[in-house]
């Protein structure tokens, strides 16, 4: 399974972004889901979407980010408001493949940054 992340870049406080993911090579996809890693702190997970379309948000997101999904491409999004200086971190998307029988396997991308900086 194949993950490509982009969007990511340089905002300002306030202003947006959106990250997509796109996943590739598997027909048994389930869960989706975005993770960031601020320099220092350990990996967290932002949003995660089923399949069904189901979202999930960290306590911090705060209404802040909505998660969506293209079933027929594997892709998600994460459109990300009101950004603030804390939310700067490498975004990750994590891709949940079925195809084992024993469980989910977790698929990763290389990450796009996210600055916000004034």
């Known amino acids: 399974v194949q993950v490509v992340e982009s969007g990511g870049g340089l905002a300002q406080p306030g202003e947006s972004l959106t990250l997509s993911c796109a996943a590739s090579?598997?027909?048994?996809?389930?869960?989706m889901a975005w993770y960031r890693q601020a320099p220092g702190k350990r990996r967290q997970v932002v949003a995660r979407?089923?399949?069904?379309?189901?979202?999930y948000y960290a306590d911090f997101v705060e209404g802040r980010f909505n998660i969506s999904r293209d079933n027929s491409e594997n892709t998600i999004f994460l459109q990300m408001r009101s950004l603030k200086v804390e939310d700067t971190a490498v975004y990750y998307c994590?891709?949940?493949?079925?195809?084992?029988?024993?469980?989910?396997?977790?698929?990763w991308g290389q990450g796009t940054t996210v600055t916000v900086s004034s």
């Open positions: 994590g891709v949940e493949d079925t195809s084992s029988g024993q469980g989910p396997t977790v698929f």
């Open positions: 090579g598997s027909t048994t996809i389930n869960g």
């Open positions: 979407i089923t399949k069904d379309g189901r979202a």
